[in-house]
């Protein structure tokens, strides 16, 4: 079955760290894009960062550029978002998101069921 | 960044009637290569999203024909020909020309 299965999401303290991971299978992961996107409780989406599929390119969002570090790992197919100084404004549901085949540009035609981040002292 | 901006932020609208959902950009979405990247997304309650369009007007596989989407540059529209109970949701259009990517602040649509 192709799938994104996020996982590692909880509740950490505003300056606390967490590192989610995402494990895809079902396809060949090497060959896509991969994103994160997050939507905070009652909000919208915003995207926070993608990784090309051979993992030269990282893109993020201004709101957590310097603080979070999209990396992949292929041997395990596995997305990874490793976020640092977290602050109150990045709780969120965290969808991992596999981009089209065809260009990155056509957006996510794959999203897993997310991970929950609760920043709370 | 580019903004995008949708209207209305609420749409009500009655069983088997026609809905239309504006998404407009302040910049321009063309990319070099002369394509406009501007895909639609729905999001059911409590579900993760599905992108229904991408490049403007391309429905993605199993998304019913009564969803189309058009425009160009800076200004696009999602229509749904005929509302069904199952289209209740939250429609956000997002534009993958520039970076940051960046989403509408979404659309959502209830039966009246």
């Known amino acids: 079955e192709v799938q994104l299965v996020e996982s590692g999401g909880g509740l950490v303290k505003p300056g606390g760290s967490l590192r989610l991971s995402c494990a895809a299978s079902g396809f060949t992961f090497s060959s896509y894009t991969m994103n994160w996107v997050r939507q905070a409780p009652g909000k919208g989406l915003e995207w926070v960062s993608s990784?090309?599929?051979?993992?030269?390119?990282?893109y993020y969002a201004d709101s957590v550029k310097g603080r979070f570090t999209i990396s992949r790992d292929s041997a395990k197919n596995s997305l990874y978002l490793q976020m640092n100084s977290l602050r109150a404004d990045d709780t969120a549901l965290y969808f991992c998101?596999?981009?089209?085949?065809?260009?990155?540009?056509?957006?996510?035609?794959?999203w897993g069921q997310g991970t929950t981040v609760t920043v709370s002292s | 960044d580019v903004v995008m901006t949708q209207s209305p932020v609420s749409l009500p609208v009655s069983l088997g009637q026609p809905a239309s959902i504006s998404c407009r950009s302040n910049q321009s979405l063309v990319y070099s290569d002369g394509h406009t990247y501007l895909n639609w997304f729905q999001q059911r309650s409590g579900q993760s999203p599905r992108r229904l369009i991408h490049?403007?007007?391309n429905r993605d596989s199993g998304v019913p024909d009564r969803f189309s989407g058009s425009g160009s540059g800076t200004d696009f529209t999602l229509k749904i020909s005929r509302v069904q109970a199952e289209d209740v949701g939250v429609y956000y259009c997002?534009?993958?020309?520039?970076?940051?990517?960046?989403f509408g602040q979404g659309t959502k649509v209830e039966i009246k």
């Open positions: 998101a596999r981009s089209d085949i065809l260009t990155a540009r056509f957006g996510m035609d794959l």
């Open positions: 997002m534009q993958g020309t520039h970076w940051p990517r960046t």
């Open positions: 990784i090309s599929a051979s993992g030269t390119y990282k």
């Open positions: 490049k403007v007007s």
